[in-house]
T-cell receptor, first 118, second 111 residues
Framework: DTEVTQTPKHLVMGMTNKKSLKCEQHMGHRAMYWYKQKAKKPPELMFVYSYEKLSINESVPSRFSPECPNSSLLNLHLHALQPEDSALYLC?????????????????FGPGTRLTVL | GENVEQHPSTLSVQEGDSAVIKCTYSDSASNYFPWYKQELGKRPQLIIDIRSNVGEKKDQRIAVTLNKTAKHFSLHITETQPEDSTVYFCAAAVDDYKLSFGAGTTVTVRA
């Protein structure tokens, strides 16, 4: 299996709701990422997990809470979001997070979850 | 942090001509430079990448060049086809993995 999968594909939530985004990969990758992408903009890195531990948090508001239950799964828990948080949320994975030296480290992206906050 | 600038923001070429997209980066420690394409509503897909120890890499009609001294890298697409029409993003990463993306280039290939 060489794909990253994400559920749900679309999510509409109110500002008081709690919801979760899920990401899964079975490529044996030990690094997983969350990105946020607004329309007509590039992806912006939010979080990096390396060997199931959070290694990077790009100053993301606490209303976004990541979780990595095991090496194949990555969740993003959402609570008290704002309308400006509406975006495409992309998950990605790679072999590792850094340290490959001269080897490649392609990040494979999932299809994303289109989030709308009302 | 790393800052990546990408030009042009839009590019229109005649089918069969070449397309060139240029990016500059700010952090001299960046060592990995991937290029992604992203169809509308789809996931980003890697088309080619290059590491800092290599000056040029080619894969069929696509090539990437890197000038570490000037801190810029470019994507070259030859013999363009209508199916090459999409959005292309360059990116730069320190330590292979912390990607900073350029703003993107929308390429249109006219038949």
């Amino acid at each position: 299996d060489t794909e990253v999968t994400q559920t749900p594909k679309h999510l509409v939530m109110g500002m008081t709701n709690k919801k979760s985004l899920k990401c899964e990969q079975h490529m044996g990758h030990r690094a997983m990422y969350w990105y946020k992408q607004k329309a007509k903009k590039p992806p912006e890195l939010m979080f990096v997990y390396s060997y199931e531990k959070l290694s990077i948090n790009e100053s993301v508001p606490s209303r976004f809470s990541p979780e990595c239950p095991n090496s194949s799964l990555l969740n993003l828990h959402l609570h008290a979001l704002q309308p400006e948080d509406s975006a495409l949320y992309l998950c990605a994975s790679s072999q590792v997070a850094g340290g490959l030296g001269l080897a490649g480290n392609e990040q494979f992206f999932g299809p994303g979850t289109r989030l709308t906050v009302l | 942090g790393e800052n990546v600038e990408q030009h042009p923001s839009t590019l229109s070429v005649q089918e069969g001509d070449s397309a060139v997209i240029k990016c500059t980066y700010s952090d001299s420690a960046s060592n990995y430079f991937p290029w992604y394409k992203q169809e509308l509503g789809k996931r980003p897909q890697l088309i080619i990448d290059i590491r800092s120890n290599v000056g040029e890499k080619k894969d069929q009609r696509i090539a990437v060049t890197l000038n570490k001294t000037a801190k810029h890298f470019s994507l070259h697409i030859t013999e363009t086809q209508p199916e090459d029409s999409t959005v292309y993003f360059c990116a730069a990463a320190v330590d292979d993995y912390k990607l900073s993306f350029g703003a993107g280039t929308t390429v249109t290939v006219r038949a």
